[in-house]
């Protein structure tokens, strides 16, 4: 679900949604507090250092997917202190909708352990193409700038943790 329909949907409730986006450079995340609603730019390599809102001091959570371009992709892998997760997928793929929720859920289980990543691969063939990514939806784990692992296909939350060594 599209970060602007949550926060349309906590609205509704009375409740402020956590919305994150990777800024222009890619070095830094876009926090929308959860307390104040104030946005809070915090650089990747500050994730597991657990950042704090600068107007009401609650804590930041990226407890879900990042979106991330071919313009922003190298500088996420560059900037990260931690481990970044990302998926390659299309719109138009059932696989892949099936797959988005159990990324959702394990990005809030390893919020500030690990950042997972959404990569439009119709929309970005530059970075597909240079990871070689000829089936989606694709995995691929990167640990300090270079690719880790890579798992292909639809799992479950549970599953992409116990291969991955989470």
């Known amino acids: ?18 919305a994150t986006r990777l800024d222009a450079t890619g070095r ?22 657990k950042p704090v809102c600068g107007r009401c001091h609650q804590r930041l959570v990226v407890d879900h997917p990042v979106e991330v371009t071919d313009q922003t992709f190298d500088a996420l892998l560059r900037e990260s202190a931690v481990p970044v997760l990302v998926d390659f997928w299309a719109p138009w793929c059932g696989p892949c909708r099936m797959i988005a929720p159990e990324l959702e859920k394990l990005a809030s289980e390893q919020q500030g352990r690990l950042v ?7 929309e970005n063939p530059r970075t597909s193409e240079r990871y070689g990514i000829r089936a989606i939806p694709t995995m691929v784990l990167f640990r300090g700038g270079q690719e880790a692992q890579r798992l292909q296909g639809a799992m479950r939350a549970p ?3 116990a291969t991955l060594g989470l």
């Open 1 to 18: 679900m599209p970060p602007s329909v949550r926060r349309a949907r906590g609205r509704d409730k009375g409740v402020k949604m956590n």
């Open 28 to 49: 830094s995340l876009e926090i929308s507090c959860r307390g104040c609603g104030s946005v809070n730019r915090v650089p990747l390599g500050r994730l597991q250092q």
């Open 116 to 122: 997972i990543a959404k990569l439009n691969s119709d």
């Open 159 to 161: 599953q992409i943790a």
